[in-house]
């Protein structure tokens, strides 16, 4: 009698019940990280907004630089702050008034977020962040928020 080589069925079954497992396992930690790499996104844009309407402050020497967000939507920069581009697919982008003692703030909305919620991440003057729901700060040492994820 010929042996048959090969798995049996119940081989076969034990396999994929130990992947189905472990992907329960995995694949949560994974799915919240799209969410963090937009937020991740807003965040270095609203350091590159700030710095550059500090700057801008700095340079022409005005006691204040409001930057509308007309400003922030015309042909997709800033031409006033010398920034060529400012990515507003995911975020919306709108700053207040920055004043030569560095008093103001930046903030991005989130657009077409998960389950459409319109989050925010705010950037103050001193280089903190504020969260708004459905976002969470991140604080790492000190009290100062660092960041938000999701």
Do not use: H
């Not at 903190?128 to 009290?143: L, R, S």
Request: aromatic share 6%.
């Amino acid at each position: 009698m010929k042996r048959k080589k090969g798995f049996t069925l119940i081989e076969i079954l034990i396999v994929v019940i130990i992947l189905a497992v472990l992907a329960a396992m995995i694949l949560p930690r994974f799915l919240g990280q799209t969410e963090n790499a937009f937020i991740a996104e807003a965040q270095q844009q609203l350091g590159v907004l700030r710095r550059a309407e500090i700057s801008a402050v700095d340079m022409s020497g005005a006691a204040t630089l409001a930057i509308a967000q007309g400003d922030l939507a015309a042909a997709g920069g800033i031409p006033r702050l010398g920034l060529g581009q400012v990515a507003a697919t995911n975020w919306q982008y709108t700053c207040t008034a920055f004043t030569a003692a560095g008093v103001g703030s930046c903030t991005a909305t989130r657009v077409g977020g998960p389950n459409n919620q319109a989050g925010t991440v705010t950037l103050d003057d001193a280089g903190n962040f504020t969260c708004g729901a459905p976002y969470a700060p991140v604080v790492t040492g000190n009290t100062n928020p660092r960041g938000c994820r999701a």
